[in-house]
């Protein structure tokens, strides 16, 4: 069964503190990685994309991490900022089907930066 | 703004009422999705429209009813609702080519209250 599985399941860190959200999957076949940011009663917004042969991909003071072997990914916030505070979700890409991938969907890390 | 509009941004209907989402995008996209965000759950996948064709309906109910007139629109039609189906509805939209999708990107959002 295609899943993907996100920990921790919330998380509070202190305004400039790092942190790093973790990803484990079982899609196969695999097309790619997603991560995305998304704050409350907003739609979620892409912070980075890999594809089965990137092992790493920043956006700004995001890093994303990605082991296609293990079949794990992570996502990496350095020098955490109070805007930081929302849901992250790691998204995969599996089969082609009518046309379009089709994606699997976390549930989610619920983070919240605190001053 | 992410170049998908979606509106209203709120919306509290009556089980008896009958309602409609509506999605706008202005990316060139030749796809359109609906996804429903439950509290606390991944993102469903409702429908997809690819080339203006519906190529997905994931068991979704009856009393729910998308309808896209062109590749820059999607509603989705609502009547005699059930309390459970109050979520955040999610339009979406992408490129589809060369057997994967591109530009993958969310709308807003509309907060569905069903009292």
């Known amino acids: 069964k295609n899943q993907v599985e996100q920990s921790p399941q919330s998380l509070i860190i202190l305004e400039g503190k790092n942190c790093t959200l973790q990803?484990?999957?079982?899609?196969?076949?695999?097309?790619?990685l997603r991560w995305y940011k998304q704050d409350t009663g907003r739609g979620p917004v892409s912070l980075t994309i890999?594809?089965?042969?990137?092992n790493t991909k920043s956006n700004g003071r995001y890093t994303a991490t990605l082991d296609a072997d293990t079949k794990q990914s992570s996502l990496h916030i350095t020098a955490s900022q109070l805007s930081d505070s929302a849901s992250y979700i790691c998204v995969v890409s599996g089969t082609v089907s009518g046309g379009y991938n089709k994606l699997i969907f976390g549930a989610g890390t619920r983070l919240a930066v605190h001053p | 703004e992410t170049g998908v509009t979606q509106t209203p941004r709120h919306l509290v209907m009556g089980m008896t009422n009958k309602k409609s989402l509506k999605c706008e995008q202005h990316l060139g996209h030749n796809a359109m999705y609906w996804y429903k965000q439950s509290a606390k759950k991944p993102l469903e996948l409702m429908f997809v429209?690819?080339?203006?064709?519906?190529?997905e309906n994931n068991s979704v109910p009856s009393r729910f009813s998308p309808e896209c007139p062109n590749s820059s629109h999607l509603f989705l039609h609502l009547h005699t609702l059930q309390p459970e189906d109050s979520a955040l509805y999610l339009c979406?939209?992408?490129?589809?080519?060369?057997?994967?999708?591109?530009?993958?990107?969310f709308g807003s959002g509309t907060r569905l209250t069903v009292v």
């Open positions: 890999m594809t089965f042969s990137e």
């Open positions: 990803c484990n999957y079982t899609v196969s076949p695999f097309s790619n």
């Open positions: 429209y690819s080339l203006e064709e519906r190529v």
């Open positions: 979406a939209s992408s490129q589809v080519s060369g057997g994967g999708d591109y530009g993958y990107t």
